[in-house]
């Protein structure tokens, strides 16, 4: 008995367990499919508007697009800062800025993912119905909520820089 | 803390202890059909970055294993509420969409009435606690990433079907928030039926979910004991150190030295997490909260009139003839002895009720409002039905999914169901629903027809 579920395990690569919740899973998710219609999945006037096509773009867009674009970008502020430090290590900052940089861009790249529909305003027609009103504020606010971020960001890193500044020369005897 | 000895520690054991595959940094055995994935392994494509490729000193198991407990614990409360929401909506009337869900909902079960906030609640928690996680969700999704691109991609058929039950979780995820954001905000640019591929999308979501936790959870538990968080919650920048190389390749081979603390990078991902709960709460529990909902549609402000407040669907865009609504407007009660025909004043003339209600919307939006007119079981009695099962409420706008709705039984009784006829001491305006609109405590937004033009008691 043993070594049949060693041999198993061997030849499939996991324990029975897994085999089975993976068989149940996707006999589940085919009797989604069944209900909702395997037709329902793919629009054929326009492909774009296939539930199939946005399932598998949403992995696509997010893994092939969206990740090495924020990872790009990322790892070049690094290496631009390196690169500053690297040849001016005098002129380098006390307190390392990257940070600084990362969190407003991050929460401003945030809010426009997640709301760009009314900063671009698309679906102009159908907010108008729904609601009675236009788009109009919403890249203004964005802007300024943005601008906020920076700002605040580049205050606590003027504090900061400060606060490290007294520090050092507080110290600077005793080194 | 470790209950399992550092991965370091494996080449100095005695050479008789055996190896299970994926103990340790050292890749797993290939299972069968070795050949084939062996195969695979020569010809990796251009692009696929190298294990080297990898540096965050942060990313490893335990940080996985947070986010990965965080919406573990939190995700299925989204899950819960939405799966309710179907319920508001009267599956039992054949009016919640999609129609035909065959055994993929929740019990069927009369809405209940109070409180007056339910729908308020479960819709406001599904919307809101669901664009709140969005920051937890990505960043679960960065942590993994190096698993993504690992080369080969296969080892075994266990490997190929877990990697293929991956398509049902991030696709599902991904697939619900977006076809969600874009709803909240009208904008419906994919085409389909929201309600049909939200549904069934949660519903592949569920399953990929469910599978993964219960493939996953063991590993998150032991990853969780690798390091304490109260611990991590101290340690500063200075003193941050990558995780252990684990076998699923999470972290970093040769990590760079951190730019970032632990607590640092969870510090950015649960203030991301707070600053869309300001951004967003606002249109659920109104007041001043409100002005906070910058970015979203019903933060907006109307003025300050007695019928300003947010509007769903504007008489213009439901088509409605202002001339209709006018003089000539009548009231069609029908399901009893007799048809009864009311106009406006026979209905002012009639007892007045007032109750402060909210509209709630699908879109995780409310507003609560004073709103007065005629109990609906005062005309129930009028059309000479003394018991209604049901009943079922036309407007007079043309025909649409929301042009009519039916009530149950203890949404027609409830002494503050309503047809309402003012709100805040005023006639309603005609995109309130003038001359006469439903209002039902605990009602999904959508089911309180406005422009109302008649009401079938039904028995």
């Known amino acids: 008995m043993r070594s049949l579920m060693t041999g198993l395990k061997q030849l499939y690569g996991a324990n029975p367990l897994h085999l089975l919740s993976l068989l149940g899973g996707f006999a589940l998710v085919g009797y989604v499919i069944s209900i909702l219609g395997l037709n329902q999945l793919w629009d054929s006037r326009v492909w774009w508007h296939s539930i199939v096509v946005w399932f598998v773009g949403a992995i696509v867009v997010h893994d092939l697009v969206l990740f090495p ?71 203004d606010r964005w802007l300024l909520i943005s601008a906020a971020l920076f700002g605040l960001s580049a205050v606590a890193y003027a504090v900061r820089s400060l606060l490290v500044g007294h520090r050092q020369n507080d110290d600077a005897p005793a080194s | ?22 103990d340790g940094r050292q890749p797993p055995d290939y299972g069968f059909p ?10 990796k494509p251009p692009g696929i ?22 919406l573990l614990v939190s995700l299925p409360l989204v899950i819960l509420t939405g799966l309710l929401d179907y319920i508001a909506y009267g599956p039992q009337f054949h009016q919640a969409i999609p129609g035909n869900v065959g055994f993929l909902h929740l019990p069927f079960f009369n809405w209940p009435t109070r409180p007056a906030w339910l729908f308020q609640f479960t819709e406001g928690l599904h919307v809101v606690l669901g664009l709140v996680l969005v920051p937890v969700v990505l960043a679960k999704l960065w942590s993994v990433m190096p698993k993504l691109f690992a080369w080969p991609p296969i080892r075994s058929v266990a490997n190929l079907l877990e990697r293929l039950s991956l398509i049902m979780i991030v696709g599902g995820i991904v697939f619900e928030i977006v076809t969600g954001l874009l709803n909240i905000q009208y904008d419906y640019i994919f085409g389909f039926n ?45 003193r941050t150190r990558p995780e252990a190389p684990d076998p699923d390749g999470l972290a970093a081979s040769s990590p760079s030295p951190p730019t970032i603390s632990r607590r640092g990078a969870l510090a950015v991902v649960g203030g991301g997490s707070l600053m869309i709960a300001v951004l967003s709460v606002g249109q659920t529990v109104g007041g001043a909260a409100r002005n906070a909902a910058l970015l979203l549609p019903r933060g907006r402000s109307y003025g300050s009139g007695p019928n300003d407040f947010q509007i769903n669907r504007t008489a213009a865009s439901a088509k409605i003839d202002p001339a209709a609504t006018g003089a000539s407007w009548r009231l069609t009660l029908l399901g009893g002895p007799t048809q009864v025909l009311l106009t406006r004043p026979m209905l002012l003339a009639m007892e007045q009720h007032s109750a402060d209600l909210p509209i709630a919307c699908v879109e995780g939006w409310s507003t609560t409002q004073n709103w007065s007119g005629v109990r609906l079981r ?10 209604p099962l049901s009943a079922y409420v036309v407007s007079l706008e043309g025909p649409g999914i929301f042009s009519q709705a039916r009530l149950q039984s203890n949404q027609v009784v409830d002494p503050d169901s309503l047809l309402a006829l003012k709100v805040n001491g005023v006639d309603l ?7 006469a609109r439903i209002i039902v405590p605990a009602l999904p937004g959508v089911h309180n027809t406005k422009w109302v033009r008649s009401i079938d008691f039904e028995t």
């Open chain 2, 1 to 22: 803390m470790t209950p399992t000895p550092p991965e370091t520690d494996d080449d100095s054991r005695p050479p008789e202890v055996q190896r299970g595959p994926g």
């Open chain 2, 34 to 43: 070795s050949g084939l994935w062996k195969a695979i392994e020569k010809y």
């Open chain 2, 194 to 238: 929201f309600y049909t591929a939200h549904y069934f999308g949660a519903w592949v979501f569920i399953v990929g979910f469910v599978v993964h936790v219960s493939l996953k959870f063991p590993t998150m538990v032991r990853s969780l004991r690798t390091r304490s968080l109260r611990t991590e919650l101290r340690t500063p920048l200075a």
């Open chain 2, 49 to 70: 970055p190298s294990d080297k490729a990898w540096r965050s000193p942060l990313r490893g198991p335990w940080l996985t294993s947070v986010f990965g407990f965080l």
């Open chain 2, 429 to 435: 305006s005609l995109d309130h629903g003038y001359p």
């Open chain 1, 69 to 139: 674009l924020y990872a790009i970008a990322d790892r070049s502020l690094g290496a631009g800062w390196r690169a500053i430090t690297g040849r001016l290590p005098a002129a380098a900052p006390r307190v390392p800025p990257i940070n600084y940089i990362r969190v407003p861009v991050l929460g401003s790249g945030l809010l426009f993912l997640m709301f760009f529909p009314g900063i671009i305003e698309q679906g102009k027609r159908t907010y108008h119905g729904a609601t009675g009103l236009t788009q109009s504020p919403f890249l």
């Open chain 2, 378 to 387: 005062d005309l129930a009695h009028l059309a000479g039905v003394s018991a």
